[in-house]
């Protein structure tokens, strides 16, 4: 079977920069749209099929993270990396919680993009053959993997490719402990302060989601991991 061909969607406001690296990736065997602002970004990515998308942050008119909020709108589970020429800890926290895989700071390696692009495509791919389509009940919920929904009671909650990954690792080995090195890795590829961080806003916003049932509960194991525990 012939293997697909990735298909990127870059965007970049410094056209030579953003040709620069069109031309470096499809080098390396991707295909490339490139769009210089966010309004054709988003009409790019409307009429086409990407398999990643590489934004930068710092866009005239609709920045880097208004863009990815609507790709997410419009696509849930597209990987996104982020190219941006600041360091600071908000920004990149911001990405993260917005659903990004990865960020690179400018000026960055070519060799190391392109690392981080094919990773960040294996990482999709690996959790996908993980058992995507897995539906679990747990207490009065239902998880839904492939559709990324958490039921109970016949309401449904859509949830971000992130949130649902979080989730799946944890359903997937339930009342046991899940260790934070693991999900850091398996989900962003990464192990340090930002990813760190951002791996907390997550499991928040998925405690804030199993409120309704007093039986269910994720639990902090300190210096460990977590546990998705339920009765």
Not at 43 to 64: A, T
Not at 74 to 86: C, I, V, W
Not at 173 to 187: F, P, Q
């Amino acid at each position: 079977m012939k293997k697909q061909i990735p298909k990127l969607l870059l965007v970049e406001d410094d056209r030579h920069a953003g040709n620069l690296i069109r031309d470096l990736l499809e080098s390396e065997g991707f295909l490339v749209s490139l769009a210089s602002d966010g309004e054709e970004g988003i009409r790019i990515f409307q009429s086409g099929k990407f398999d990643l998308c590489v934004l930068d942050c710092m866009l005239p008119g609709m920045d880097g993270f208004a863009l990815a909020k609507l790709i997410k709108v419009n696509q849930t589970k597209m990987p996104l990396l982020f190219l941006t020429a600041k360091s600071m800890k908000e920004d990149v926290l911001k990405g993260f919680d917005l659903g990004a895989d990865d960020y690179l700071t400018k000026p960055f390696d070519p060799d190391e993009l392109v690392c981080r692009i094919r990773a960040i495509l294996r990482r999709s791919e690996n959790i996908k053959e993980k058992g995507e389509e897995r539906i679990v009940t747990f207490g009065k919920y239902t998880y839904d993997s492939k559709n990324q929904s958490l039921s109970i009671r016949g309401e449904v909650r859509r949830m971000t490719r992130k949130e649902s990954q979080v989730l799946q690792l944890l359903t997937r080995d339930l009342n046991e402990i899940v260790n934070k090195e693991e999900l850091l890795l398996t989900i962003w590829g990464a192990s340090d302060y930002f990813t760190g961080r951002s791996l907390d806003v997550f499991i928040a916003k998925l405690r804030k989601y199993l409120e309704d049932d007093p039986n269910v509960e994720i639990e902090n194991v300190h210096s460990v991991g977590y546990i998705l525990k339920a009765v």
